[in-house]
């Protein structure tokens, strides 16, 4: 593994990549900020590793800099905007700002967004709405090389399909943060797994042939394996159905683009996304104290559980991402050798002295 590297660093590295790749400085900023938060966050597979897709899809042209969200659609509470394949996390960061104007102003917002390069970490957006005030929703497909079998099925039909829920925080408690694949794994850990010649655990993934697996290097492999559903074999429907609901109300609805054959192509990403945002002061009641008092009762009933035998105790969503940020904004962040090897190919590629930004 590399590092651990400062994230100064790291950001001050790709965003000169990203400068030298043709973004403007705002959008490098923006892009190589949110690629080091999703590290520090635990969130490896939507971070640095990251840079070199987009360094693919921009020698293939699917991926076009500075763009911005492009508003298409503006009748309350209906907002639709289109991203013109720019970078995911400038176009998502605008359109959902735009939409929590938007509910603000009318208590509620539904945003459809479409035709946007990979945004990244979806609880990035949960968090914008969690600063803010809003409660979000958001349902994301994903158009690329599909990774993920249907229940029941031995081939991959369907993306890592993220959901996201995010509420702001209360008195007694930090903001719920719920941002989870609906496959049970993310393609990112089978590709470093793949790397140190590890295996995965059971019920994980299946091979070319539908049968069950735990080497991780099926899904590097043409013809390749699939991610199952999370759930496993008992539960696998439930992540499913989530994903498949993704696929519908994120990639038929809002984005036009679902993840079809017709609508693959070699080093595309695209993302769509459906949100649904919230003033929660507008279905608010003071009965009992109001929305804010019950969910303290309600985490503080939740978290009172007895931890299982051996367990660390009950955890509320949010809270592994603000342990990993503790940890790495003390002790750095550590790469996987491909994520490293990435860095000095396309950035010495461009011309920059990459050991000087990260030993600096």
């Not at 102003?105 to 957006?125: E, K, Q």
């Not at 914008?128 to 081939?155: E, K, Q, T, W």
């Not at 719920?176 to 470093?192: E, G, I, P, Q, W």
Request: proline letters at 8%; hydrophobic letters at 45%; glycine letters at 12%.
């Amino acid at each position: 593994m590399g590092g651990p590297y400062a994230a100064e660093r790291l950001v001050a590295l790709l965003d000169a990549i990203l400068q030298r790749s043709g973004s403007g400085p705002e959008e490098a900023a923006i892009v190589a900020a949110n690629l080091v938060d999703s590290d520090a966050a635990g969130h490896a597979s939507h971070g640095v590793c990251q840079i070199a897709v987009y360094a693919k899809s921009l020698e293939l042209g699917h991926l076009q800099p500075n763009r911005h969200a492009r508003v298409v659609r503006d009748e309350a509470p209906f907002l639709v905007v289109d991203g013109e394949v720019g970078y995911g996390q400038v176009i998502a960061r605008e359109a959902t700002d735009l939409a929590i104007a938007r509910t603000k102003a009318g208590g509620a917002c539904v945003l459809a967004l479409r035709n946007a390069h990979h945004i990244g970490r979806v609880g990035a957006y949960g968090e914008r709405c969690i600063d803010a005030g809003p409660i979000g929703v958001f349902f994301v497909n994903v158009v690329s090389r599909p990774l993920a079998a249907p229940h029941g099925g031995g081939r991959p039909r369907l993306g890592t399909n993220p959901i996201c829920i995010a509420v702001p925080a209360t008195p007694g408690h930090p903001p719920f943060l719920l941002d989870f694949a609906t496959s049970a794994v993310a393609a990112n850990k089978c590709r470093v797994a793949a790397a140190s010649g590890e295996e995965v655990a059971d019920g994980l993934l299946i091979d070319e042939r539908g049968a069950p697996t735990r080497d991780p290097g099926v899904m590097f492999r043409d013809p390749t394996g699939a991610i199952l559903p999370f759930g496993g074999q008992l539960g696998g429907h439930k992540g499913y159905g989530l994903a498949l609901a993704c696929e519908i109300l994120a990639g038929a609805l809002a984005g036009g683009l679902p993840a079809l054959p017709e609508n693959l192509r070699p080093g595309r990403v695209v993302n769509n996304a459906l949100a649904f945002l919230i003033d929660p002061s507008r279905v608010d009641s003071a009965e009992n104290g109001g929305w804010r008092a019950l969910t303290d009762a309600v985490l503080d009933h939740i978290q009172d559980t007895p931890p299982a035998p051996g367990g660390a105790g009950v955890w509320v969503p949010g809270e592994p991402e603000r342990h990993a940020r503790a940890s790495a904004a003390e002790r750095g962040i550590t790469l996987d050798p491909d994520t490293v090897r990435s860095l000095h190919r396309i950035g010495e590629a461009l011309g920059l002295d990459v050991p000087a930004f990260l030993t600096a």
